[in-house]
C-alpha cells in the first residue's frame, strides 16, 4: 500500500477558506468512506477533527469540513485563524485491516 | 477520560529490537469496539501506521513492515506493546500509540526512539 497524496503546502489570511486535497486509488480513499483527517501542531501528538469523511468530533469546530469524490478526499478549514497553523494528514482505511496515511499539508495562515 | 502513555527506552542499537509498551487508563482495554495501535513519525516526515491489535488478541500488520513486527496485549495491565527487529536509522521516529476502528480518535503523547549506529 502507498501513501495517500497529499500536497506539501496550504496557505491563507485569516477569515479566508482553503482546502486540502487527499488523493488515494479505488482500494483505499474511493473504496471506502473511511477516510479522517488530523490536525497537528509542533510537537504534539495529531488530533482527530473528521471522521468517516464528513463527521466532526465533539469539541471541533465546524469550521472543518470534509468530503470526498471518486479517490481524492478534501478536508476545507472556513474562517481561517491563526491557530489553524499546522499539518494536517488524512488516512484511509485500505481493506484487510490496513490503514494508511497521507504523508501531510502544512497550512500557514498569513 | 481514556488516556494512552507509551514507554520504552529513547535509544536502541542498530540491528537490535526496539520494545515499546502502551499504558491505557480511563477504561478498559477490553473494550470490544476498538483496536489498539502504533503509528509512528520520523522526524519531519508522515505519520506511518505500524500495526493494530485487537482486544481477543487478532493482529493486524503494515504489509511493509510485517517481517519485523510483533504487537501483543496484555489485558491483565491494560497495556499493549510493540516489537520492532533488526533496526536501522530509518526506524529513528517518534512512536504513538492509540486506540481506533476507522480512525484514531485516542492518542498518546508520543516516544522519541533514536537508533544508534
Known amino acids: 500500500q502507498s501513501a495517500l497524496t497529499q500536497p506539501p503546502s496550504a496557505s491563507g489570511s485569516p477569515g479566508q477558506s482553503v482546502t486540502i486535497s487527499c488523493t488515494g486509488t479505488?482500494?483505499?480513499?474511493?473504496?471506502?468512506?473511511?477516510v479522517s483527517w488530523y490536525q497537528q501542531h509542533p510537537g504534539k501528538a495529531p488530533k482527530l477533527i473528521v471522521y468517516e469523511v464528513n463527521k466532526r468530533p465533539s469539541g471541533v469546530p465546524d469550521r472543518f469540513s470534509g468530503s470526498k469524490s471518486g479517490n481524492t478526499a478534501s478536508l476545507t478549514v472556513s474562517g481561517l485563524q491563526a491557530e489553524d497553523e499546522a499539518d494536517y494528514y488524512c488516512s484511509s482505511y485500505a481493506g484487510s485491516n490496513n490503514w494508511v496515511f497521507g504523508g501531510g499539508t502544512k497550512l500557514t495562515v498569513l | 477520560q481514556l488516556q494512552l502513555q507509551e514507554s520504552g527506552p529513547g535509544l536502541v542499537k542498530a540491528s537490535e529490537t526496539l520494545s515499546l509498551t502502551c499504558t491505557v487508563s480511563g477504561g478498559s482495554i477490553r473494550n470490544n469496539d476498538f483496536y489498539w495501535g502504533w503509528i509512528r513519525q520520523p522526524p519531519g516526515k508522515g505519520l506511518e501506521w505500524i500495526a493494530s491489535?485487537?482486544?481477543?488478541?487478532?493482529?493486524h500488520y503494515n504489509p511493509a513492515l510485517k517481517s519485523r513486527v510483533a504487537i501483543s496485549i496484555d489485558t491483565s495491565k491494560n497495556q499493549f506493546s510493540l516489537k520492532l527487529s533488526s533496526v536501522t536509522a530509518a526506524d529513528t521516529a517518534v512512536y504513538y500509540c492509540a486506540r481506533h476502528l476507522y480512525y484514531m480518535d485516542v492518542w498518546g503523547k508520543g516516544t522519541t526512539v533514536t537508533v544508534s549506529s
Open positions: 491489535i485487537y482486544h481477543s488478541g487478532s493482529t
Open positions: 479505488s482500494s483505499d480513499v474511493g473504496g471506502y468512506n473511511y
